[in-house]
T-cell receptor
Framework: NAGVTQTPKFRILKIGQSMTLQCTQD?????MYWYRQDPGMGLKLIYY???????DKGEVPNGYNVSRSTTEDFPLRLELAAPSQTSVYFC??????????????FGAGSRLTVL | QQQVKQSPQSLIVQKGGISIINCAYE??????FPWYQQFPGKGPALLIA?????SEKREGRFTISFNKSAKQFSLHIMDSQPGDSATYFC??????????????FGSGTQLTVLP
């Protein structure tokens, strides 16, 4: 049981380049999330999904896009990379909505540097 | 309204001592308060959580104290061990009709336990 798997673990991009961060979970969780973590800033929600075909913006969605074609996969796309997107990105999933059922299982993170 | 304020930013404790991390919130709709633990290079993982109908919850050496009237909650780590050295995040959430239960995270506390 792998849990939440993110790829790549590390990536360096040039300004203006595009890339996709991949996220796959094998726990049959309906709910998936993308967070970014910046030093001293905690985790900020970028986008989330409540099921296949349904996505919604979080706190900091600008510069990102997501899709959810299957229950398992929730890729995050950066269209025009900017230095402000240098961060560590975490994908997470949860089973349900009720308190306690929404325990987040996080991936190991993807460290992105934009130069 | 959605902020969760966490302090201190960093904490150094001697082995066997008590580590205390504090969080405060404004949104009275929050009804679930988890703490996540993150080791370097890993994603956060749920440590312990509490609901506002209880004032204290203990799991082993970890205790959450909750003060609903003051809108504050804290994590106490008794008999702190070097293996507890990690970053700790408090969080809070509420159910918004039609939306996933979104967690709002504090900014994190980097705990170092000296041997």
């Amino acid at each position: 049981n792998a849990g939440v798997t993110q790829t790549p673990k590390f990536r360096i991009l040039k300004i203006g380049q595009s890339m996709t961060l991949q996220c796959t979970q094998d726990m049959n969780h309906n709910y998936m999330y993308w967070y970014r973590q910046d030093p001293g800033m905690g985790l900020k929600l970028i986008y989330y999904s409540v099921g296949a075909g349904i996505t919604d913006k979080g706190e900091v969605p600008n510069g990102y896009n997501v899709s959810r074609s299957t229950t398992e996969d929730f890729p995050l796309r950066l269209e025009l990379a900017a230095p402000s997107q240098t961060s560590v990105y975490f994908c997470a999933s949860s089973y349900g909505l009720r308190a306690g059922a929404n325990v987040l299982t996080f991936g190991a993170g993807s460290r992105l540097t934009v130069l | 309204q959605q902020q969760v304020k966490q302090s201190p930013q960093s904490l150094i404790v001697q082995k066997g001592g008590i580590s205390i991390i504090n969080c405060a919130y404004e949104n009275t709709a929050f009804d679930y308060f988890p703490w996540y633990q993150q080791f370097p290079g890993k994603g956060p993982a749920l440590l312990i959580a509490i609901r506002p109908d209880v004032s204290e919850k203990r799991e082993g050496r970890f205790t959450i104290s909750f003060n609903k009237s003051a809108k504050q909650f804290s994590l106490h780590i008794m008999d702190s061990q070097p293996g507890d050295s990690a970053t700790y995040f408090c969080a809070a959430s509420s159910t918004v009709t039609g939306s996933a239960r979104q967690l709002t995270f504090g900014s994190g506390t980097q705990l170092t336990v000296l041997p």
